[in-house]
C-alpha cells in the first residue's frame, strides 16, 4: 500500500511536465496540421539552456528558467518562419518529413554543440525530501509540479482569455473561414509554434536540473508527448492535461510492478492499444481527421 | 525493349565489379548500399504505391535480422514458467528462411491493426512498433542477449559453399536485390498493384468500386515486411552480430530518404536514392566529416529535397527527357 502511494506520489510529480509536453504538441497539431517531430529537440534545448546558463554562465536558477523558456519560444518562432511558413498549403506527409529532417539536423547539433556526454545541472533546493508520512518526495520535485501547473494554467488562459487564443481556437475550428473573417493565419501559425515550443523547452527545463541533460533526450521526451496526444485526443488541452498524469502514473506502475526495463515502452504500447481500441483518444468529442 | 536493354546493361555492369575492384572496403560500402536498397525497394511499396508513410520500417528490418540470427544459433527461452522452448541451431538457409516469414508475420499483424488508423495516427502507430520491438530486443537479455548482442552469427552455406568472401556476399545481395526488383514491378503492375495506387490516389472511390480496402493494404504490408526482413537476414550473416541498435529509428529516416530523394512511386527511385545514401557517408567520412556532422548533412538534405525535388530525381529526370523531346 506504501508502495502504491509512493508510486502515486511519483506519477504525480512527472505528470505535470509530461502534460506540459502533451499541450504543446497537442495546439501544434490540432491548429497548424503539423506533427512536430522537433518537439523533442525544443524539450533537449531547454535542458541545455539550463546547462548552459547554470553551469557555464553562472545564472541564478530561477532567471535561467525563465530565459531558457524565452528562447525556446524564440526557436520555435525561427522553426516557423523558416520551415514551415511556405508549406501552409502542402499536405500532412510532406510537412512531416520537413520536420524528420529538422529533428534529425537540431539533435546532431546539439550532440556536435554539447558533446554525447550526458550533463548534471545543480538546483537551489534542499538535498533532503519532504517526507509526508509513509511517502517521501525530493524538493526539487515538488517545485517541477508548481512550475509545470502554474504553466498549464497560463497557456489555458491565454487561449481562452485572449485575442490571440481566440483566434486560434477559430483557426482550429476551420482554417478558411477564420481566415475570411481576418484572422491574420500567418501570425496564428508562427504564434502557436512558439507557444508549444515554448512549453516544450519549459519542460526540459523543469526535468533536466531532475535528471541529467544529453543529446537524445528529446527521443523518449518526443514519444511521450505523443502518446499524451493521443491519450487526450486531438486539440484538446484539457484531454493532455489529464493524459499527462495518467501516462505517468502508468509508467510508474508499470516500472515498479512489471519491470523496470519496459518502462519506456509503457508509452508506446498505450499507443498502440488505444489508437486500436479508442482511435479518437479517451476524451475527444470532435472525429479524428487523420 | 530499350528500358531491357538498359536494365541487363546496369545489371551486367554491378555484377562485374567484384572482377575488377579488389579493394574489400569498397565492396563492404557497396554491400550496405545494396541492403539498404533492398529495404528501402519495400518501404517504396508501402510509402510510394500504398500511400502508407510508415515510419517503423527498421522493425521489420531487425525482427527478420534477429529470427534469422537466433534459429542459426538455436536458443532456448522460458515462454511460461516452468516451459522452455529450445530450438537447435537449423541450418542457415532455413533459419535466413524463418526471419523473412517472422517479418512478413509482422507486417501482417502491423497492416491488421494498424491501418485502422491513417495519416498521422499510422506514422505514430508504426514508430511505437518499431521501439517497442527495440526495447524488447534490449530487455528480453534470454533470448536476445540483450546490449550483449548476440555474436558469431554464421555465415550463409549452401552445399558446402560458404558466403564468407566479400565478393559472393556481393553477388548474393544483387542477387536479391535483382529479385525484389522484379518481384515488386510485377506486383505493382497487376490488378493488385493497381489497387494500391488507387487506394492511394483516393481511399473513398476506390473503396465505392469495389477495391477491398484493407484485403490490398495488408497484402502492401506482408510483401514490404518479408522483403525488409531479407534485408535484415542478409545483414544478420554478413556482418555476423545483431544488437538492439538494429532497430533505431534513423534507419527508418535513412531508408525513408532514400526512397524519396530517389522518387516515391518509380521502379527505379529507391534504387538511385540507395545507391547515393549508400555511397553519400563513404563520400563524407572522405572528407573527414564525424557522423553528427554527416546527419545534419542528411536532415538538411531531406528539408531541401521536399522543398525542391519533391517528387524526387528519378521523376524529375524523366521531366527533363520529356521537355528536351527525346
Known amino acids: 500500500m506504501e508502495q502504491l502511494l509512493q508510486h502515486g506520489l511519483n506519477a504525480l510529480m512527472l505528470g505535470g511536465t509530461y502534460a506540459l509536453l502533451g499541450i504543446g504538441l497537442t495546439l501544434i497539431f490540432g491548429i497548424m496540421r503539423v506533427v512536430n517531430f522537433t518537439h523533442g529537440e525544443l524539450y533537449a534545448f531547454g535542458a541545455y539552456m539550463m546547462y548552459a546558463l547554470v553551469m557555464k554562465a553562472g545564472v541564478n536558477f530561477f532567471a535561467a528558467l525563465g530565459l531558457a523558456i524565452v528562447l525556446g519560444v524564440l526557436l520555435g518562432a525561427l522553426l516557423e518562419l523558416v520551415l514551415l511558413s511556405r508549406l501552409r498549403a502542402a499536405d500532412i506527409d510532406t510537412t512531416m518529413l520537413v520536420m524528420i529532417g529538422a529533428w534529425i539536423a537540431l539533435q546532431n547539433a546539439e550532440q556536435l554543440a554539447w558533446t554525447g556526454v550526458a550533463v548534471s545541472i545543480n538546483n537551489p533546493f534542499p538535498a533532503a525530501p519532504l517526507v509526508l508520512g509513509p511517502v517521501s518526495v525530493a524538493w526539487n520535485r515538488v517545485f517541477v509540479l508548481v512550475m509545470a501547473l502554474l504553466l498549464i494554467f497560463a497557456s489555458h488562459t491565454v487561449i481562452n482569455r485572449t485575442k490571440l487564443g481566440r483566434a486560434m481556437r477559430a483557426t482550429f475550428q476551420d482554417r478558411d473561414t477564420a481566415a475570411l473573417m481576418g484572422v491574420q493565419i500567418g501570425a496564428v501559425h508562427t504564434a502557436t509554434f512558439a507557444l508549444g515550443s515554448g512549453l516544450a523547452a519549459a519542460a526540459g527545463a523543469l526535468l533536466g536540473p531532475v535528471f541529467v541533460a544529453y543529446p537524445s533526450m528529446g527521443d523518449l521526451a518526443a514519444a511521450k508527448a505523443f502518446a499524451v496526444v493521443i491519450l487526450g485526443g486531438l486539440g484538446s488541452i484539457p484531454g493532455a492535461t489529464l493524459g499527462g498524469f495518467i501516462l505517468a502514473l502508468v509508467e510508474e506502475l508499470g516500472a515498479g510492478y512489471i519491470s523496470s526495463g519496459y518502462r519506456d515502452a509503457m508509452g508506446f504500447l498505450l499507443i498502440i492499444v488505444i489508437l486500436l481500441f479508442r482511435p479518437t483518444g479517451l476524451f475527444a468529442r470532435k472525429e479524428r481527421i487523420g | ?326
Not at chain 2, 299 to 318: C, D, E, S, T
Request: a positive charge.
Open chain 2, 1 to 326: 525493349m530499350t528500358a531491357r536493354l538498359v536494365a541487363a546493361a546496369v545489371i551486367v555492369a554491378l555484377a562485374s565489379i567484384p572482377l575488377w575492384m579488389g579493394d574489400p572496403y569498397v565492396l563492404h560500402v557497396l554491400i550496405m548500399a545494396g541492403i539498404f536498397t533492398i529495404a528501402a525497394m519495400s518501404l517504396n511499396l508501402l510509402l510510394g504505391y500504398a500511400g502508407q508513410l510508415s515510419l517503423g520500417h527498421v522493425a521489420f528490418f531487425g525482427v527478420g535480422a534477429y529470427a534469422s540470427a537466433l534459429f542459426s544459433l538455436g536458443f532456448s527461452v522460458h515462454v511460461l514458467p516452468g516451459m522452455m522452448l529450445s530450438v537447435q541451431p537449423t541450418p542457415v538457409w532455413l533459419a535466413m528462411l524463418a526471419g523473412m516469414l517472422a517479418a512478413g508475420a509482422c507486417g501482417w499483424f502491423i497492416g491488421r491493426i494498424a491501418f485502422k488508423v491513417r495519416g498521422a495516427y499510422f506514422v505514430i502507430v508504426s514508430i511505437s512498433f518499431a521501439e517497442v520491438a527495440r526495447l524488447v530486443a534490449l530487455n528480453w537479455v534470454e533470448l536476445t542477449q540483450g546490449p550483449m548482442a548476440l555474436n558469431n552469427i554464421p555465415a550463409l552455406s549452401v552445399a558446402g559453399f560458404a558466403f564468407l568472401r566479400k565478393p559472393s556476399v556481393y553477388w548474393l545481395v544483387l542477387g536479391v536485390a535483382i529479385a525484389c526488383f522484379i518481384l515488386i514491378a510485377r506486383l505493382v503492375h497487376s490488378r493488385a498493384g493497381r489497387a494500391m495506387v488507387a487506394l492511394s490516389e483516393n481511399e473513398a472511390l476506390a473503396a465505392s468500386v469495389g477495391i477491398d480496402v484493407t484485403r490490398y493494404l495488408v497484402l502492401a504490408t506482408v510483401v514490404a515486411a518479408t522483403m525488409a526482413g531479407a534485408a535484415g537476414v542478409l545483414y544478420a550473416h554478413y556482418v555476423r552480430i545483431v544488437d538492439p541498435d538494429v532497430f533505431l529509428f534513423i534507419y527508418t529516416v535513412t531508408m525513408a530518404i532514400m526512397v524519396i530523394t530517389g522518387g516515391k512511386g518509380t521502379l527505379a527511385g529507391p534504387v538511385v536514392g540507395g545507391l547515393i545514401f549508400g555511397l553519400l557517408p563513404e563520400g563524407l567520412r572522405a572528407l573527414a566529416i564525424g557522423p553528427e556532422t554527416q546527419w545534419i548533412v542528411y536532415g538538411v538534405l531531406m528539408v531541401l529535397v521536399v522543398y525542391f525535388l519533391p517528387q524526387g530525381i528519378v521523376p524529375a529526370l524523366r521531366g527533363l527527357r520529356l521537355r528536351s523531346g527525346s
